[in-house]
């Protein structure tokens, strides 16, 4: 069955630093998103992203962060100038047109952000 | 505003009992709400969900029913295994175009500790 993948698994960076953190949908998904769990939270929502552009993003989707799907299979998430604070669990998750099962949405495996 | 509440935030229940976890959520919501299974370090995995046309739906030992008056909706796990032992998610899809590509918002967790 065909998963969403994420590199790398874990991302080690000093604060201040640009990180791209690097996601491939599943490959007839249309819509895609990404997300963010502080240790011990619950799941955030960041940015919704659909026919190349942004659909919708949350608060914490500030200036420093933002997304492209640079070709046909990568989804990315860049954040400019890390802080302490974005140390957390990125979640890409994808969803399809599928008129059965519209709004399901399927999570990689995330990758770790740990900003020192 | 966009919002989900879970409860409880942990739950302890011995081997073959049942366990239910229950969230609300508030107005704005669309019509899709699943629940999401999270193993420590792990993506959240969807294990079941329900939209807003029935009221309730069951697979193998896990149901999930709705109430759209009350604007609330419940994960009941019977014949609990130790295996089950996990943090769940409730979600509930918010924003989007016509039931595609909207947000999930999450609760905050509920983490299941099943005892042999």
């Known amino acids: 069955e065909p998963e969403v993948t994420q590199t790398p698994s874990h991302q080690v960076t000093q604060m201040g630093q640009e990180v791209i953190l690097r996601c491939v949908p599943i490959?007839?998904?249309?819509?895609f998103y990404w997300y963010r769990q502080i240790l011990g939270q619950k799941v955030e929502f960041l940015v919704s992203?659909?026919?190349?552009?942004?659909?919708?993003k949350s608060e914490i989707f500030d200036d420093q962060f933002s997304v492209e799907r640079p070709d046909g299979s990568n989804f990315t998430l860049k954040i400019r100038s890390t802080k302490l604070e974005d140390s957390a669990m990125y979640f890409c998750?994808?969803?399809?047109?599928?008129?059965?099962?519209?709004?399901?949405?399927?999570f990689g495996p995330g990758t770790r952000l740990t900003v020192l | 505003g966009e919002n989900v509440e879970q409860h409880p935030s942990t739950l302890s229940v011995q081997e073959g009992d049942s366990a239910v976890i229950k969230c609300t959520y508030s107005?704005?919501?669309?019509?899709?709400f699943p629940w999401y299974k999270q193993e420590l370090g792990k993506r959240p995995q969807l294990i079941i969900d329900?939209?807003?046309?029935?009221g309730e739906k069951k697979d193998q030992r896990i149901a999930v029913t709705l109430n759209k008056t009350a604007k609330h909706f419940s994960l009941h796990i019977t014949e609990t295994q130790p295996e089950d032992s996990a943090v769940y998610f409730c979600?509930?899809?918010?924003?989007?175009?016509?039931?595609?590509?909207?947000?999930?918002?999450f609760g905050q967790g509920t983490e299941l500790s099943v005892k042999p």
């Open positions: 490959s007839n998904h249309l819509y």
């Open positions: 998750a994808s969803s399809d047109s599928n008129l059965r099962r519209p709004d399901t949405q399927y």
């Open positions: 107005d704005s919501a669309s019509n899709y």
């Open positions: 992203f659909y026919n190349n552009e942004i659909s919708e």
């Open positions: 979600a509930a899809t918010y924003g989007g175009i016509y039931n595609q590509g909207g947000k999930l918002i």
């Open positions: 329900i939209r807003s046309n029935v």
